[in-house]
């Protein structure tokens, strides 16, 4: 009965319009801000279920089209649709819509309105980027995020909020014009700015390189990947506790989204020549990012980098495919890579949005991010110690956690292509445990560091349903993850397929 | 020599504006200072008048009249009411602004609908007088706007300014016209164009001397790159609701004489005055981008902002193609809608002895009255061609035009430089969304009546018009393409 509903539609424009409408009637009644904002978050989430449940797998094909002329002088298209790779992200950001929400619930004092209104907006605008199928539509979407994002830390951010900021819309800006550029002269060659196109469109060596470049600009950026990363430690210290979750659960995954959609498909000669070049970058921020996380005395910042290492799995995974196809002569294990940087998208998405949800908690308690002003937090509030200590298990990839499940995928699919590449992916076990439990060591455990954290009181109910919901996905990801690898399947077969066909 | 009675017909807008200019200048001399609104109203009747016109007569084909020297196709019409549009607005801004200030005569109205007149001809000019006409009486009617508060030292300064560069440039532009029609042996654009696809070689040396000047002239009017000194100092000599003025219709009318004699007229040419454009473009874009950074004062940041959509501007014209010239007059267009929520927001927040026009002074706006807030970003958004808003399509579309006749080079050029502007742009709002009010302007600002509605439609146009943009960018297309 939903086949024929416009979801994806009603997906993007319920949060958008509902934000604006939460900001025209919560201005002056905070309560009402907060629950007009939760039934807005929950009915997209609910909305967005029928996409799981009516998904067709087993087929590449975008599902749920929806079709509309927008722009006819420039063969632009309101033209939307899902497949196995973009269907699991808009999942992931409805659900962690809902999350943010519930926990600005008290955290959030100063205009709670604006910031209900903001967080939906940018809902509605990323799972249009996500469910796009037309260029120049994902590029609108994949912009216009960039405002509420832009207000949401510099007014709600910390003190030196305005400077990361700045540097955050400026960065990703840089990245994207050059995107634009590459998509604009894809459409002079094709005529069309559908992204099927695109991928069809044979494209000479030279003009591949140049166009995986720009995209490489835009994606890296957003990932981030060494060495352009910088803005997002600054980024996520200075963003509020949502901001931050936002930021490392959903907007971290769109480039890793725009690889799979863009880079690889349209570019695969490109990607096989500068293969290499995303490998050794990718192990610098497994590695190198693993270890300034190492030394990092502010939570917020350590888990930051904890995301740029984790995220380094997964262009990885992504761009092993070519190494293996050279080392082994078929694609067998390419899929394996693409799968194990999916499900490391997906799992990340849950592990750092309760990570930063986790320094929330403190936050709003002591005002501190500092690791040296806790200690011993277990005495005084055992819950949370208990949630902490599972998430920080589950981002150091202990087996039966979502964190596991990525990597092994993605380390597996390395060995296959180069011993060293999957000794050197494996010392993340090593240094991701090592930051993240030290972290655990100084912060919960030993004797109670102070006054302050002897006040402590423990989780609240709603704090404990927004970690408890994480939880529960981080270990079902973890022991059952089949489901999520059935729906993604047929189109990573798919894409594996496609990019093993030269277009030169 | 027989004489016979031209088509009156196609000109009929032009004609009432003229008629009611004279009238309204009748009218206004016997008005007493009080009943000033009386003036208002007719000039703005006029304008709803002439739309109404121009509309009713629109047509898909191209008509010439008074012995070729007019032409009305789609591009005049949808141009034209471009201006209409833009100047209503204008008008409905600066009316607050000059009745707090003393300075609400009718003067001001009446230039106003001259320098509309100008601009009409130079849209529909189809011969170098006719175009050369309509560019004088829109200067001259400018000139005396700038400097008519003339009690304030500033604006006079500004008004001697433009008045020197802006006559050194008409200069120019005589001396590169009389050149062309020495070489070709007509004034009149489509014989020009016929006589230099037949040109002989030898002819070519001085005909490119004429371009040149008559490129030089150009630059000089729009404000591009090299040729732009005078743009900051009178923007912000000038009293801010003629600085409203200046930046918005007159560019669209530029557009059209630029079309007009350097594409219908001296289209054969395109090789040499692409050139020519390309640097101007790259100039305008580094320039107005970079020094727009150092600005203190909102006016002369947004010159330089002009300065540098000159420079996207020029793109979409230099690339040659029909669907070039149909992204830059959708540019133009945009760039107009913008300017005037733009330069309207710091005559909205000035009162008497406060002139908002320092960036400073907009700090802490969206404590102050969060609504505007919004709508400025809008703008400044717009501006800096972020999507959702319609200055993203302006750039996509010239963007588009560049790259289609592989000036992928520029393209890049013109985006990183983009980026350079989104500084700026983002400065503002940084000042308006994160920064405390300052001491002097910490009461709220009162939205008053018509000015508020209108900004706020002007600043929901710019958003709307991105969520829709297709029906705009089709019309620039039929006018330009049919």
């Known amino acids: 009965m939903f086949a024929d509903w416009p979801v994806l539609s009603l997906l993007i424009w319920l949060p958008i319009l509902g934000g604006f409408l939460v900001l025209v009637a919560g201005r002056d009644a905070p309560h009402v801000a907060r629950r007009l904002g939760l039934a807005v978050a929950v009915g997209t989430f609910v909305a967005s279920l029928p996409l799981w449940f009516m998904f067709e797998r087993g087929t590449a094909e975008m599902q749920f089209q929806e079709l509309a002329s927008w722009i006819p002088a420039f063969n632009v298209n309101y033209h939307l649709g899902v497949d196995g790779i973009s269907m699991p992200l808009i999942l992931l950001t409805t659900l962690i819509t809902v999350v943010v929400v519930i926990a600005a619930w008290e955290s959030v004092k100063d205009r709670i309105a604006y910031y209900m209104a903001a967080m939906l907006v940018m809902e509605g605008l990323m799972i ?114 949502g901001g931050s979750v936002i930021l490392a ?14 880079s690889l498909p349209i570019t695969p000669d490109a990607s096989a020549v500068l ?16 270890l300034v996380a190492l030394i990092q005395s502010d939570m917020k910042k350590l888990i930051a980098y904890s995301s740029i290492a984790h995220m380094g799995f997964v262009t990885l995974g992504f761009f092993l495919a070519f190494y293996i196809y050279s080392n082994t002569g078929d694609w067998e294990g390419a899929s394996l890579g693409i799968a194990g940087g999916m499900v490391q998208m997906i799992s990340h998405g849950f592990i750092s949005a309760a990570m930063f949800l986790a320094v929330g908690v403190l936050y709003d308690r002591l005002h501190s991010r500092q690791i040296a002003d806790y200690g011993g937090v277990v005495n005084t509030m055992p819950w949370f110690a208990a949630f902490f200590v599972l998430f920080a298990m589950a981002n150091t990839g202990l087996p039966g956690t979502s964190g596991f499940v990525g990597e092994f995928m993605v380390i597996l699919a390395a060995f296959r292509a180069d011993f060293w590449i999957a000794f050197l992916a494996a010392t993340t076990l090593i240094l991701a445990a090592g930051y993240t439990l030290w972290l655990v060591k100084r912060v919960i455990f030993g004797a109670v560091a102070n006054d302050n954290v002897a006040g402590l009181s423990d989780m609240n109910r709603r704090e404990f349903f927004l970690m408890g919901v994480l939880a529960f996905f981080t270990l079902l990801l973890g022991v059952w993850p089949a489901p999520l690898l059935d729906v993604m399947n047929a189109t990573i077969d798919h894409l594996v397929a496609h990019i093993a066909q030269s277009k030169l | ?35 000033r609104d009386i003036t208002y109203g007719l000039v703005q009747a006029t304008l709803v008048a002439a739309a109404g016109l121009t509309l009713w007569m629109m047509g898909p084909e191209t008509v010439l009249t008074f012995s070729d020297t007019f032409v009305k196709d789609p591009m005049a019409d949808i141009l034209k009411v471009a201006v209409y549009v833009t100047s209503f607005l204008v008008f409905l801004y600066s009316r607050p602004y000059l009745m707090e200030r003393g300075i609400h005569k009718g003067e001001f109205y009446v230039l106003g609908l001259f320098a509309v007149l100008g601009m009409m001809i130079m849209i529909s000019g189809h011969n170098l007088l006719s175009l ?31 008045f020197v560069l802006g006559a050194l440039a008409s200069g120019l532009l005589l001396y590169g016209m009389s050149m062309i029609y020495g070489m070709t042996g007509s004034l009149d654009i489509a014989v020009i164009a ?37 743009v900051p100092d009178v923007y912000d000599g000038a009293p801010t609701a003629v600085t409203l003025f200046l930046a918005t219709a007159p560019k669209i009318a530029a557009f059209a004489f630029l079309m007009r004699l350097l594409v219908e007229g001296m289209g054969p040419m395109h090789a040499d005055w692409q050139g020519m454009m390309i640097i101007l473009a790259v100039l305008s874009l580094a320039v107005g981008n970079v020094i727009a950074i150092a600005q203190t004062s909102i006016k002369r940041m947004l010159a330089y902002s002009t ?26 267009i945009v760039y107009a809608i913008t300017a005037a929520g733009g330069f309207g927001m710091i005559v909205f927040l ?33 501006m800096a061609g972020v999507p959702p808003t319609v200055g993203f399509y302006a750039k996509l579309a010239v963007i588009q035009a560049a790259v289609g006749v592989d000036l992928v080079w520029l393209a890049i050029v013109a985006v990183i430089f983009s980026i350079i502007g989104a500084f700026y742009y983002l400065r503002v709002v940084k000042m308006m969304f994160f920064d405390d009010p300052q001491d002097g302007a910490a009461e709220p600002v009162q939205p008053s009546g018509a000015l508020a509605t209108a900004l706020s439609i002007n600043g929901l146009a710019v958003l709307l018009l991105g969520i829709f943009p297709g029906l705009l960018l089709s019309l620039t297309h039929y006018a330009i393409i049919g």
């Open chain 1, 128 to 241: 249009g980027m996500f469910a796009s199928m037309d260029a120049v539509l994902f590029y609108v979407f994949f912009e216009a995020m960039l405002i509420p994002m832009f207000l949401v830390i510099g007014i709600w951010g910390g003190p030196r909020r305005v400077y990361a900021t700045l540097k955050f819309f400026l960065y990703t800006f840089l990245g994207s014009v050059f995107m634009l550029v590459a998509l604009i002269w894809m459409y002079i060659q094709s005529g069309s700015f559908l992204i099927q196109d695109f991928h069809a469109l044979p494209i000479g060596l030279t003009a591949q390189i140049l166009i995986f470049l720009a995209f490489f600009m835009a994606f890296a950026v957003k990932i981030p990947m060494f060495p352009v990363h910088t803005w997002l430690p600054d980024a996520h210290v200075e963003a509020p506790t």
């Open chain 1, 249 to 262: 659960a959903i907007m971290l995954k769109i480039g890793g989204y725009g690889f799979l959609r863009f």
């Open chain 1, 275 to 290: 293969d290499t070049m995303m490998i050794v970058l990718s192990l610098i921020a497994i590695v190198y990012i693993g």
């Open chain 2, 1 to 35: 020599m027989n004489f016979e009675i031209p088509d009156f017909l196609p000109a009929v807008p032009e004609m009432f504006v003229l008629g009611m200019a004279c009238l309204i200048l009748v009218i206004d001399a016997f008005l007493p200072d009080s009943r």
């Open chain 2, 132 to 162: 050369y006409l309509g560019l004088e009486l829109l200067s001259l009617s400018s000139y005396a706007l700038v400097a008519f508060w003339r009690d304030n030292s500033r604006a006079t300064e500004a008004a001697m300014k433009y």
């Open chain 2, 194 to 230: 016929a006589e230099l696809v037949a040109a002989d070689e030898s002819l070519n040396i001085p005909l490119v001397f004429g371009l040149v000047f008559l490129v030089v002239a150009i630059a000089f009017k729009l404000g591009a790159v090299p040729f732009h000194m005078w």
């Open chain 2, 307 to 332: 300065i540098a959509h000159i420079g996207f501007l020029f793109m979409g014209i230099l690339a040659g193609t029909d669907s070039g010239y149909a992204s830059a007059m959708f540019y133009v």
């Open chain 2, 350 to 382: 000035s009162r008497e002895g406060y002139e908002a026009d320092q960036i400073d002074d907009f700090k802490g706006l969206a404590k102050r009255n969060p609504w505007f807030a919004f709508i400025m970003l809008l703008l400044l958004f717009s």
